[in-house]
Antibody
Framework: QVQLQESGPGLVKPSETLSLTCSVS????????WSWIRQPAGKGLEWIGR???????NYNPSLGSRVTMSVDTSKNQFSLKLSSVTAADTAVYYC????????????WGQGTLVTVSS | QPVLTQPTSLSASPGASARFTCTLRSGINVGTSRIYWYQQKPGSLPRYLLRYKSDSDAQQGSGVPSRFSGSKDASTNAGLLLISGLQSEDEADYYCAIWYSSAWVFGGGTKLTVL
């Protein structure tokens, strides 16, 4: 069974860079799209972006150039960096896998709360 | 105008049917869009329910009961999620999503109350 686990600081200061890593176990990271999705408390889902194991990326245009994703296939991990954070970036951050045939999000990490505060 | 618009809330009685709408922004044709639906119960991860483009291009999530189904309303440019025989366990937030302009877009979600 594929499992995803997010890791990274739970508290980030305003204007700094949020960095998270998603570790994939129980299956290969290869040949899938891997996404980051966030959810502020009491609010809806927002897709941040995705990366393919080749390294190609798509990002949410609303987040502009603040987002950078990378993948390390040797470690079965992929990562997110979100720069110049503000309180509006406070949310639970999920990593998720896209099914290779139908493209829905089939596996999700448990989510990690990131709070932006000084 | 958001890409996808969902009503904030919906309530229905046990055993009744619920109809969720996901209205696509003007200029985005529901007829050519694959609409994905997710369910999220409080404190839980989102769960994929189904995908619908047409009756011949639809996919049900693994283990999702057949009382969950998809449809479209071309007259309002909306994707629909239909749940029949509502049960108390269906109380949750429901999100639609599409792949649009090289990005995944989620609707704001509809909270279903079963009372």
């Amino acid at each position: 069974q594929v499992q995803l686990q997010e890791s990274g600081p739970g508290l980030v200061k305003p204007s700094e860079t949020l960095s998270l890593t998603c570790s994939v176990s129980g299956g290969s990271i290869n040949s899938y799209y891997w996404s980051w999705i966030r959810q502020p408390a009491g609010k809806g889902l927002e897709w941040i972006g995705r990366i393919y194991t080749s390294g190609s990326t798509n990002y949410n245009p609303s987040l502009g150039s603040r987002v950078t994703m990378s993948v390390d296939t040797s470690k079965n991990q992929f990562s997110l960096k979100l720069s110049s954070v503000t309180a509006a970036d406070t949310a639970v951050y999920y990593c998720a896998r896209q099914d290779s045939a139908e493209y829905f999000f089939d596996y999700w990490g448990q989510g990690t709360l990131v709070t932006v505060s000084s | 105008q958001p890409v996808l618009t969902q009503p904030t809330s919906l309530s229905a009685s046990p055993g009744a049917s619920a109809r969720f709408t996901c209205t696509l922004r003007s200029g985005i044709n529901v007829g050519t869009s694959r609409i994905y639906w997710y369910q999220q119960k409080p404190g839980s991860l989102p769960r994929y329910l189904l995908r619908y483009k047409s009756d011949s291009d639809a996919q049900q999530g693994s283990g999702v009961p057949s009382r969950f189904s998809g449809s479209k309303d071309a007259s309002t440019n909306a994707g629909l999620l239909l749940i029949s025989g509502l049960q108390s366990e269906d109380e949750a937030d429901y999100y639609c999503a599409i792949w649009y302009s090289s990005a995944w877009v989620f609707g704001g979600g509809t909270k279903l109350t079963v009372l």
